[in-house]
Every structure is written in C-alpha cells, then in structure tokens.
C-alpha cells in the first residue's frame, strides 16, 4: 500500500498564501480574489448601569459595496455581544467559534459567563494565527462585576476601555465619542454620540446602520440625531443646498444590569 505524499500536519496551513504570492510573482497582471471586507465602522460605550454596541451594515468587495444588509453584531452569550470589522468570513466564524465554547464552558461549570472570560477565548484564537484571520472585535457585556467593553485587534491585542470604534471610519466615530462621552452617561444620554459616530460614517457608502433602541425614549432621542446627520448637502449649480435623506434601518444590542434588550425597527 502506498503512502500518502504530503502528511497532514495539525495548525494553519500557509500553502495557499505561497502559492498565492509565487503566481502573482510569476504572472504580470494577476491578481488572487479578493476577500469581502465589512469596509465598517464599529463602535461601542459603557454607560452609568450597562454597555451599548452599535454598527453599519455594508459590506465591502475592493471598492464595491457587496452588501448593505451584513450583520455585524453577533451573540456570544446572553449578556454577551460582539462586533466584528475586517473580513467578513472571518468575523463570522471567529464569533460562531466563540459563542460554542462559551455555551459550553457555561455548561461545564454551572455560571454565566464572563465578559473577560469571551475576550481571552478570542484574543487567543487571533494570536495563534498571527493577524491571518482579519477580524477586528468590539466585545461588550454585563457580568457580576458589571459593565466591560473591550477591543480585540487581528494580532491577539487587547484593551479594555470605555468607549471604542474599530474598521475603517472608526477616527471620525472615536473623534465623535472622545468630544461627546462623558463618565456616568444615563442611558437617555447614549444615543446622542454613538449614533452621530455610526451615521457620519456610513452616509458615504449608502448601507444601514444598526444602531441601539433599548426603550421608546431613548428612540426618539436617537430619531431626532437622525435626522440631522443623514441628511447630505449638495450644491446645486445656482448654489442653493439641496438636501438628500438616505435610508437607515435600525438594528443592535444594549444590556444593563438585570436587563437585556434588543429590538429591530
């Protein structure tokens, strides 16, 4: 009986990257497909008695929006939530990933599960792979030890802060939240920043935005920020300002102490 060529070997297999890179070398004007980014912004903000995660829905293809209706908030636990910028393969399977153990280890040891515990599952699965597996997180619940939001990047780093955005509008969304956020925010006073940060950056790609509704108050304060910001002006030729609305669907995740609320408009 013969033996096989190659023995399977365990861990990642880098032979389609070289191979990939020999034939771009090889061959002038070729060019491997290239992998659907979330092309997103996400961002997230710890309040007086919770956390609240928030995202645009479009998904990018090189310069192409593939997609305007790509869902970027996963669930993990039910406290427990996640954003995910980069690659969107890749988020997705990374919190599909994340969101098994956790059930099980929740399982195995009879307790919720923690916010620091889902943030350590992740951070060591991207480190094993050295920033191979694209995917920017934003990882944000309530526990015992209450409200935590944390930031987990390609290469295994991690922070934990009180208010973050990640993909690729995330500097004009944290220039939003470092001038807007304040310690102690009440949850009528959320929306306000995290929604402005979101809809600033999504106008320019014509996607949705997922965006927080924990109770009617609070989305009527967000629906008045709405309707400043995604209005665009545009100079017509006798210069008067013609304004455009742009449709926003309405999406996402908050959780408080003793509560969990999500809700879709």
């Known amino acids: 009986m013969q033996k ?6 365990g861990g990642f297999s880098f ?6 890179a020999s034939l771009e070398r090889a061959l002038p004007g070729f060019r491997v497909p290239h992998a659907l980014k ?3 912004t996400i961002a997230g903000l710890v309040f007086q008695d919770g956390v609240i995660l928030g995202a645009d829905t479009r998904a990018t293809n090189d310069s192409v929006v593939a997609d305007k209706s790509c869902e970027k908030i996963h669930f993990i636990a039910p406290k ?15 919190t599909r990933m994340a969101a098994s153990n956790i059930e099980l280890h929740a399982l195995s040891t009879g307790r919720e599960p923690r916010v620091a515990t889902v943030t ?8 094993r792979y050295q920033g191979h597996v694209g995917a920017s997180l934003i990882v944000g619940g309530v526990d015992f030890t209450g409200p935590q939001l944390y930031s987990v990047h390609p290469h295994g780093s991690y922070s934990r802060l009180p208010f973050t955005a990640l993909g690729s ?11 807007r956020f304040q310690p102690n925010m009440t949850v009528s006073d959320i929306c306000a920043p995290l929604g402005i940060a979101l809809v600033g950056s999504a106008l320019g790609s014509w996607g949705n935005t997922e965006v927080p509704w924990p109770n009617p108050e609070v989305r009527k304060s967000f629906s008045e920020v709405m309707t400043e910001y995604r209005r ?11 304004f455009q609305q742009t449709t926003v669907n309405a999406k996402a995740w908050t959780a408080w102490r003793g509560q969990n609320s999500e809700r879709t408009i």
């Open 4 to 9: 096989i060529a190659l023995e399977p070997l």
């Open 15 to 20: 032979e389609n990257c070289q191979r990939n």
């Open 38 to 40: 979330t092309g997103t």
């Open 80 to 94: 427990i939530y996640c954003c995910g910028a980069g690659v969107a393969a890749d988020a997705e399977m990374t």
């Open 120 to 127: 350590r599952m992740l951070r060591q699965k991207l480190f």
């Open 169 to 179: 509008g995330q500097d004009a969304a944290l220039a939003v939240l470092e001038d």
């Open 232 to 242: 665009r002006s545009q100079w017509s030729e006798g210069g008067e300002v013609q």
